[in-house]
């Protein structure tokens, strides 16, 4: 189980996974726009907990690299699935989908704050 969760490729396996699931359901619902962001959300959420299962990996520039490689795959999903899933194009979604700047943010951010406590974590 360990194996499963300080692994950036199963994190990010799991990602792609619940984002289709849920696309899937909003697009059964004929909610196109709450799948839209819902992809978004999911990306977060791999950022937050990416950052926080870094903080106690023993390899943090191998792991870094492999999560970033897999944060650039789940963007790209992201942007393709919520498309192709929903049939929502993004001259219908309109200013909404700056949404996807959001996780482009927040990912440098995390690996920041997580490389902060992970050095306070190996002073004291």
């Known amino acids: 189980m360990r194996e499963l969760l300080f692994n950036p490729l199963y994190q990010g396996l799991f990602t792609v996974a619940f984002m289709l699931l849920l696309l899937l359901i909003f697009r059964v619902t004929g909610k196109p726009i709450a799948g839209w962001n819902s992809t978004v959300l999911i990306v977060i959420l791999y950022c937050l907990v990416n950052a926080g299962v870094g903080i106690s990996v023993s390899d943090i520039w191998v792991y870094t690299l492999k999560s970033l490689g897999v ?10 699935f919520a498309g192709l899933i929903t049939r929502m ?5 309109g200013d909404n989908a700056m949404i996807f700047v959001a996780p482009v943010i927040i990912y440098p951010v995390t690996v ?6 992970r050095l306070f974590k190996s002073l004291f």
């Open 71 to 80: 944060f650039l795959l789940l963007m790209f999903f992201a942007v393709f």
């Open 89 to 93: 194009s993004y001259e219908e979604f």
């Open 112 to 117: 920041l704050l997580g490389a902060i406590i």
